[in-house]
Each structure stands twice: as C-alpha cells, then as structure tokens.
C-alpha cells in the first residue's frame, strides 16, 4: 500500500489495438503498474479465480488486482455479466471495476453503476482524453488505498 | 086483405101504442147518439190531433225536431212527451256523438300501438346488438333477430326458454351472472362476456344490461343488449402484435446502430491513437509538415468520430419515444445554460432568457436537445463577431393553439437563400476552419419539432443575426408506448 508500490491491473478486452492503447496510457503514467489483459470474460475468472490454465502458477504471475477494467463489448459472455459474477463472488466482489465504454449511451452507465461498477471511462478516439480519464482514476486510487481499512489482498 | 092488411087491422090499436114506443125508444136513442155524436165531434177533433201528434211523434222519432203540436190540455202533456222525446233524442245524439268518438278515438289509439309496434319490431329488427330481455326467473321473453343469428337458434327455441339453457354465456351461474346484479338492484351493468353460441363457440360480446320494469315500477327482469366484438378483439390482438413486432424491430434497429457505432469507432481510435504513438515515438525524427500530417489525421478522425456520434443520435430521436412529464421551461433552459457555461463565458456571451416560460407536458429529452443545439449554434455564431458583445436571447411566445420559443443571436446571420437548405443533415455554410460542427444539429432540432407536429424555421439575414423559432401545438399527445430503458442522452453537437 505504499506509494510506491505498482498498481497491479486486470484488463478484459478483446480488441489488441485497446490493449495496446491501455498498456501504453499506463505505462507511460508517472506511477509504476502492472498490467495482464485477457481477451474474454471465462478467461477473466480464470484469472481471479486461479482456475484453469490459471491455476497452479505463483502468485507474482497471477496476481490479485487492485483494479479491474471491463470491457463492455466481449464475445461469448457480454462485460455486464462478467462484471455481475465479478460481484457476486466473494472471493473477488472487494476488486474496484471501471467499465470501458465506447459511447456515452446512458443505458450502459446506468447498466455498469447498478450491477457495482466502480466507475466507467469512455474508450475515447483521442488518446490525451483516454489518458486523462485514467489518471484521473490512478490518483483517486493512490489516495483511497491509502486510507486506513482499504483491503488489498 | 093482405096479411099486413090485417097486420095493420090488429095491430092498429096496439100498433100505435107500439109505433109510439118504438118511435119514441128510436127518438131517445137518436137523441142519445146524437148528443153522443155532437158531444164527441170535439173529441173526433182531439182524435184527428191525437193522430196528428202520433204523426208528430214519428217525426220526432225520426229527428225531425221540432214539431210543435199544441192543443189544450192534452196538448201539454203530448208537448211534455214530444220534449222529453226530443230530450231523450238530443241526449241519445250525443251519447252516439260521444260513443263515435270514442270509437274513433280507440281506433287512434289502436293506430298509434300498432304503429308504435311496427316502429319497435322493426328498430329491434334491424338493431346492430342482439337484444334479449329475460324475466326474474331467467325465461327468455323476447329477442330480436341480431340476437337469434348471434347465437345461431332459432328463436322459436329460444323463447320461453331459460337463458342459461339455450343461449347460454361465459357467466352463467356465477356471481357474475348479470340478471343476480340486476336483480340484486344494480341499475347498470356494462361488460365483456363471451356468448356460446350454437356450436358452443365463444363469441366476445359487449353487453349492456338494464333493469325492465313494469307499470308501476316494479322490476319484472333485464333487458340485454349484445355487441359483437368478435371482429374488435382480433383486431385488437392484430395491432398488439404489430406493436410487439414494431417494438421487436426498433430494438433490433437500435441494437444495430449501437454496433455499428461501436465498430466503427474501433478502427477510428487505431487510427488516431497511433498518429499520436507515432507523434510521440518519431517525434524528434518528424519535421512540422511530418507532425503537421499527423496532427491532420488525428482532426480527420475526431470530425469522423463525430458524425458517428450525430448519426446515432438522430438515428434514435425519431425512434425513441421518452414517456412525457411535466417540465418548467425555465429550469430546463437554466440547466443548459449551465452545462455551456464554460462556452458562454469563454465567448463573454450576454445570455439572457425573455419573459415567462412556460410548464409543459411533453419528452424532456427530446425538448433539451432543441434547446441545446440552438443555443450552441447561437453562442457559437455570435461569438466570432468582431467589436460586438455576443448576444444570445432565448424566448417564448404564445401562439393561441401553439407554444412558439425562440432563440437569438447577433452573430454573422444567414443569406435568405440558404434559410432551408440549413436543415438538412450534415449541409454546412461554412468550413470547419471557420466555425466548427457536423451540420447535424439543426437536422436533429427540425427532426424533433416534425416528430412533435410543429414546424421551425429562421429569421435572419446576413450580418443581422439569426433568429430560430419552433412552434409546438398544445395539445401535444405522447404517441406510441416508448421503449423501456431507452432514452437518449442529450450530447453537445457541435
């Protein structure tokens, strides 16, 4: 929990070129992080869960995150399932999920907020704007895991 | 001598003792009659009157009143009788007078019910519902034809049978029975029920039924009337399904366009991402018109990005129907304001709203977006005027049947001729380096007044500003059912 130590993150998206985009908006962040991005939701909880080709490997190789970001258009199971089973499991509901979007569609905001999500930033053309959002997020991450009580195991 | 001879010879003596006798017996009687005769001459007077008033009586007995027959004595009272007869006479007219009006009056009368149950068989007759009247016991006392091809008996059978026998329906006994209400004092009973008609089919009728009352008021049974709905129902299960269909297919149309948008946008942000990667990867190895290529790619991709975003949005204004609430002009107007505010003090813009607006029943979302881009364009086009303060005036009008609202500006105004073409989707008057936006505002402002039955249009000329009205009737009516969980966010097109 200290300052220094790398946000550890769990992206779900299936689109490489979002991945790319994500994996350079944190890397290029002042703060260090550690990104596993997956492509579909079953191998999300894989993941989190240490199941399938998941389980067995040490934990600096499957982490737990401290942060979720969800895809909200996946093949097979959609983002808003994932994010459901994500939340619904007690062994993973305590992890913060911030949902991409790629419209500001008041159904999927609504959608996200009610099923737990955290927060949700708009998978935006620019990638200024795609970093800001996520900053604004690193920061508010940074000062809240620093509050006494904030697990993060 | 002869026999009289001696007749006379003996007899004279004694003869004139008898003559004498005898003629004085003969005188006496003749003096009698006589006197009898002349005694009675008066009374052969009064007979011949006596006669002639037995003449008078004929003709008064044969109305030929008066006949005056006046002779002492007798006379009165053959005037008393001839009165009384004529009394009688007079009276017995006017009994007959009376009797033939009577009898015309009856025969009237008789005219007037037959009539009157001409006119009642045949409104029965041909009466679109099937009538049925029923008595307390539930025997059928009458039906009209309607009723009798209703449910295909015929009504020699139906009569004076019990209405739960032969022309049964959904609600026969049970607590819905419609003769129990009425007679449980209900005075009207209005109703879907299903009639069994012949084959024991369910026909969907709507029945009224009210009480039927005797002379003096007394409920004696019901009278039923049966609408057959039959053709009403199947269309109204037609247009339910075309409902569902129509809803089926505004969601699938949705669904569509949110993909498309969603996949269109994918390669978009490739695109512009990768300019900047490039950007901040080579840039020490690009020169200005190398960065100056990027910097254009990345323009060409947000101005893509976002005649995407307008073509969603007008793709769902006309679709998507918001339920109507009652919405205070004036706070939705401040709200806007609130929302361009950075806008309007950038721009140093006078923003000022005119008069009273009004509280409307209608699609907040919708109205919104009017209020919205009108009032981007005119913070927009106001704010680029050389010297001049930007002025943008937001009104309303009441036009009678109409609500009218306006929004001002003082900006560089629009040439007549171009005053229609400026409504139509993604036509501009001037290029991105003058005034930035998509040229689907507008579009999406006069498709949202069509939608609602009003029109919009612009008074401006060049350099003398712009003003753009929109009229919206009154009575505006929330048309089809909206979809659930639907409604469109109100974005910033620019």
Not at chain 1, 12 to 20: I, S, Y
Not at chain 2, 101 to 111: F, G, I, M, P, Y
Not at chain 2, 345 to 373: A, H, L, S, T, W
Not at chain 2, 390 to 404: C, K, R
Request: proline residues 3%.
């Amino acid at each position: 929990m200290a300052q220094g130590r790398a946000l550890k993150i769990l992206l779900v998206e299936d689109n490489d070129v979002d991945v790319k985009i994500a994996s350079r908006a944190f890397a290029g962040s002042q703060y260090e992080s550690r990104l596993h991005a997956v492509s579909d939701g079953e191998e999300a909880l894989s993941f989190l869960l240490r199941t399938g080709r998941y389980a067995n490997l040490d934990p600096e190789t499957v982490f737990v995150p401290d942060l979720i970001l969800l895809d909200i258009n996946l093949p097979k199971m959609d983002g808003f399932a994932v994010l459901k089973l994500i939340k619904t499991d007690k062994r993973t509901n305590r992890i913060p999920v911030i949902m991409l979007t790629t419209s500001n569609n008041e159904r999927d905001i609504d959608e996200s907020y009610s099923l737990g999500a955290a927060s949700y930033i708009q998978k935006s053309v620019s990638f200024e704007e795609f970093i800001n959002q996520l900053n604004g997020f690193n920061f508010y991450w940074r000062f809240v895991s620093t509050l006494p009580g904030w697990h993060t195991t | 001598m002869s026999v009289i001879e001696s007749f006379f010879q003996v007899q004279s003596a004694a003869a004139w003792h008898e003559i004498v006798e005898y003629g004085v017996s003969v005188g006496l009687i003749l003096l009698i009659v006589s006197i009898a005769f002349i005694y009675n001459i008066s009374n052969i007077r009064k007979l011949r009157r006596i006669l002639k008033s037995a003449e008078g009586f004929e003709k008064a007995a044969n109305h030929n009143l008066p006949h005056v027959i006046g002779f002492n004595g007798l006379s009165t009272e053959i005037e008393n009788i001839v009165a009384h007869c004529k009394d009688l006479g007079e009276k017995v007219a006017l009994k007959n007078e009376e009797l033939l009006r009577d009898r015309k009056a009856l025969e009237r009368q008789k005219r007037e019910v037959d009539r009157v149950n001409l006119e009642l068989e045949q409104i029965l007759s041909t009466a679109a519902g099937g009538i049925r009247l029923v008595d307390r016991d539930f025997n059928v006392l009458l039906t009209n034809d309607t009723f009798d091809g209703l449910v295909g008996i015929g009504k020699d059978e139906i009569m004076g049978s019990k209405c739960y026998e032969v022309s049964r329906t959904s609600f026969c006994h049970t607590p819905r029975c419609p003769l129990t209400r009425i007679l449980g004092g209900e005075e009207r009973i209005r109703t879907e029920i299903d009639v069994l008609d012949h084959l024991d089919k369910q026909v969907p009728c709507l029945m009224t039924a009210t009480p039927f009352r005797g002379f003096r008021g007394e409920l004696i049974g019901m009278i039923q009337d049966f609408e057959d709905i039959s053709e009403l129902k199947s269309a109204e299960e037609a247009a339910k399904q075309r409902a569902c269909e129509l809803e089926k297919v505004n969601k699938e149309l949705d669904s569509f366009v949110y993909s498309a948008s969603h996949d269109l946008r994918a390669p978009l942000r490739a695109i512009s991402s990768f300019a900047t990667f490039m950007e901040e990867d080579l840039g020490d190895r690009l020169d200005a018109v190398g960065s100056g290529h990027l910097s254009e790619i990345r323009k060409g991709v947000d101005r893509m990005n976002r005649l995407i975003e307008d073509l969603l949005v007008l793709s769902r204004v006309s679709r998507i129907k918001n339920p109507y609430e009652k919405v205070d002009m004036q706070l939705l107007i401040d709200g806007i304001k609130e929302r361009l505010n950075f806008d309007i003090q950038k721009n140093n813009v006078d923003f000022r709203i005119q008069g009273r607006m009004p509280v409307i029943e209608c699609d907040r979302i919708k109205f919104e977006m009017v209020f919205q881009n009108l009032i981007n364009n005119a913070i927009k086009f106001s704010s680029k005027v050389e010297g001049r303060v930007p002025l943008v005036d937001v009104g309303y009008e009441d036009h009678g049947d109409s609500h009218a609202f306006y929004v001002r500006d003082n900006g560089i105004g629009i040439a007549k001729q171009y005053h229609d073409q400026i409504f139509a989707i993604f036509k501009r008057l001037h290029t991105e380096k003058e005034y930035e936006g998509t040229g689907a505002g507008l579009t999406i402002v006069k498709r949202i007044v069509d939608d609602h039955g009003g029109r919009v249009w612009v008074d401006s000329d060049l350099a003398q500003g712009a003003t753009f009205y929109f009229e919206i009737p009154k009575n505006l009516v929330p048309s089809a059912v909206p979809l659930k969980g639907e409604a469109v966010a109100a974005p910033i097109v620019h």
